[in-house]
T-cell receptor, first 113, second 114 residues
Framework: KQEVTQIPAALSVPEGENLVLNCSFT??????LQWFRQDPGKGLTSLLL?????REQTSGRLNASLDKSSGRSTLYIAASQPGDSATYLC????????????FGTGTRLQVFP | KAGVTQTPRYLIKTRGQQVTLSCSPI?????VSWYQQTPGQGLQFLFE???????NKGNFPGRFSGRQFSNSRSEMNVSTLELGDSALYLC?????????????FGQGTRLTVV
């Protein structure tokens, strides 16, 4: 059964730092991996989608990489800002699970001025 | 292009009642999935509908059900509410039922059972 883990669970950094958030999955047979952002009490905003055949995707200050063989993805946030404060979730689409998406537990990020 | 719309945003219900939540997907999207988010369990998949047919179902009791209409709008129903059903219910839409397409989420419906 596919399991998704995110480390660290929480992170607090000063503005301007470059950050790396980690996502691990136990079964390398995935269709894709998607990173989301969630503000408190709100829905999920899609940040980046990486297909299983891709190694990375970039959008503005965000870069996500995927290493299927090691079961890992990282989300790199450059020059962090207070507006980046949110919970970041990764999710995988897996062919051997009935779940549409399997989510990690999230990393709660706080960027202070 | 309008995003995924969920109504209502907030609901308070009493134990034993039933509730219906609604989700309108992005125009042209035919797949709608539902998730439950709680502090203890995180985000868990409930079910997916595509072309009015349930494609997959997560590990939830039969009290949780759903349906999809011909215009792709979906509803989920929870009967005989329990305190543990209090959660943020999120719906996501995708263009197809393929597992390699991007999912777009709505703002959610916050259900409180008292």
């Amino acid at each position: 059964k596919q399991e998704v883990t995110q480390i660290p669970a929480a992170l607090s950094v000063p503005e301007g730092e470059n950050l790396v958030l980690n996502c691990s999955f136990t079964d390398s047979a995935i269709y894709n991996l998607q990173w989301f952002r969630q503000d408190p009490g709100k829905g999920l905003t899609s940040l980046l989608l990486i297909q299983s055949s891709q190694r990375e995707q970039t959008s503005g200050r965000l870069n996500a990489s995927l290493d299927k063989s090691s079961g890992r993805s990282t989300l790199y946030i450059a020059a962090s800002q207070p507006g980046d404060s949110a919970t970041y979730l990764c999710a995988v689409g897996s062919p051997y699970n009935t779940d549409k998406l399997i989510f990690g537990t999230g990393t709660r990020l706080q960027v202070f001025p | 292009k309008a995003g995924v719309t969920q109504t209502p945003r907030y609901l308070i219900k009493t134990r034993g009642q039933q509730v219906t939540l609604s989700c309108s997907p992005i125009s042209g999207h035919r797949s709608v999935s539902w998730y439950q988010q709680t502090p203890g369990q995180g985000l868990q998949f409930l079910f997916e509908y595509f072309s009015e047919t349930q494609r997959n179902k997560g590990n939830f009791p039969g009290r949780f059900s759903g349906r999809q209409f011909s215009n792709s709008r979906s509803e989920m129903n929870v009967s005989t509410l329990e305190l543990g059903d209090s959660a943020l219910y999120l719906c996501a839409s995708s263009p197809t039922d393929s597992l390699n397409t991007e999912a777009f989420f709505g703002q959610g419906t916050r259900l409180t059972v008292v």
